[in-house]
């Protein structure tokens, strides 16, 4: 009987699939909310509380972060939303900024054609058309079941009350102060040095807030808001019009969704890059043993390396906004295709990245941050990745609306080849044209295992976003790391170009580092403390939900 009984159990501890992992992150039976500060997170939280759904919550943690985290939370920003509903459908909203309509192709060059440095990350030709507001409205409109005041309401009392500054903040502010006063003016909010333990309150951001609340959409887009926005934005030298506003919208997207071995990965799509490139990186390291090689092994990483070299040098020539420009999607996304782009690969020796270029595809002639995660207590999620692009944006703060304005026009290619603020090299496809959008690395993900929500994940990080992504996915799956755990780990990068692999200072022995020289790579040697940031949440076997909270940063897991 009890023999019986021992089988049984293996049995099923087998078929499951399921091993059993530890978590040491917070856990909750019912819902929650992963962010970048606490204040978000448990504002999230209680409106789950309340009643809300995941896609409520959304709401009010978006909002949330650009009073808590103004470092990258944000009204003059954008961003991608993945979701899975319980009853397994998916989808993605793109809200995120687009060039403004006098935007023209080589607006960052000089005569000579040459990049003008520093004109597309600081200075209003930086900002590209917000987002944001637009992304929370539809994602409301949608799917959304409280009151848009009700949800709005504790944000607007945050910013009111103010925010307690942490250690790490304060020593951010501090990093970027003199950028701030040099674009926005002497007479800033930020001018005061902060140290730990102020609070910082945002009484314009709260009238903003009241104002959006009070007319929707149009109390951002149209009105006093957007006549303050536009005249504040063309004095530092932008070209962003009320038109420009006025036509902004918010587009729901087909997510990228494959399969890697028993999982399956749905990821932003077009214009951003994360899901392409992690489909490859991913369709690529499929054949291999990954479990076998080991958390961070030499041959682990030489993998993960080569598959990063080859998939990013496909997202720098192929991917841009697929409303103007025509994406070969159907070969990108296909097997055959990025396997093949493995066969010159060889554990004994480097690729050298001079050595790969894009896939060869033939296009017909015609043709031409922060990040946070939520599950509900219905088992509805949704990941978010939403950006400013450089720390606090183009450092343009609009002290009479109380946010920070985004420079994300750096991520489109100023010139192809000309490396952006990531290192970054862009083609045709990613070049400036008014109304397009820029070319991203958010990857808001969500994962299913034997068709139920697995995981939910994503990272701020620029260039570094996508493999930060990957490398989280894989520590869970490949190597039992609890979903905290996963996320700590320490992590590397390798984007193509430039051709070196960069590792986290902490974490990543000498022996390996010499091992992989020996076989030909090269390793950058300056000091790189953190890659990435990721907060994300498991489900765990008994239904219970994990929550990995980056330690890099203030980033705090809530449930109940
Ligand atoms: O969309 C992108 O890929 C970038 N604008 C993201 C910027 C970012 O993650 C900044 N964080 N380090």
Partial sequence: MRIVFILGSLVLFISCGQKKIQPTGVVSKNAMVVSAREEASKIGLEILKQGGNAFDAMVATELALAVAYPFAGNLGGGGFMVYRKNDGSIGALDYREKAPIAAKRDMYLDSLGNVIPGKSIYGGLSIGVPGTIAGVFETHRAFGSLPIKEIIAPIIELAET????????????????????????EQTHFYNQCIEGDTLRYQALAETLKQISKEGLGGFYEGPVADKLVDFIQDKGGIITKKDLLSYNAAWRQPVVFNYKDLKLISMSPPSSGGVTLYQMFKMMEP?????????????????????????????????DPDFVDIPLDVLLTKSYVENRMDNFSFDKATSSSDIGHGQIKIMESQETTHYSIVDKEGNAVSVTTTLNGAYGSKIYCDELGFFLNNEMDDFSAKPGAPNMFGLTGAEANSIAPGKRMLSSMTPTIVEKDDQLYMVVGSPGGSTIITAVAQTIMNVYEFDLSMQEAVNAPRLHHQWKPDYIIFETEGFSEDLKDGLKSVGYKINTDPTPILGKVDAIKVLVNGSLEGGADKRGDDTAVGY
């Fill in 162 to 185: 103010g925010v307690v500054v942490t250690k790490k903040q304060a020593l951010r502010l501090e990093k970027y102060r003199e950028a701030i006063l040099r674009e926005t003016g």
């Fill in 288 to 320: 291999y043993k990954l479990s076998d090689y080991g958390h961070n092994s030499q041959k682990y990483v030489q993998l993960f390396t080569e598959a990063a070299r080859r998939a990013y040098a496909d997202r720098n020539y192929f991917l841009g």
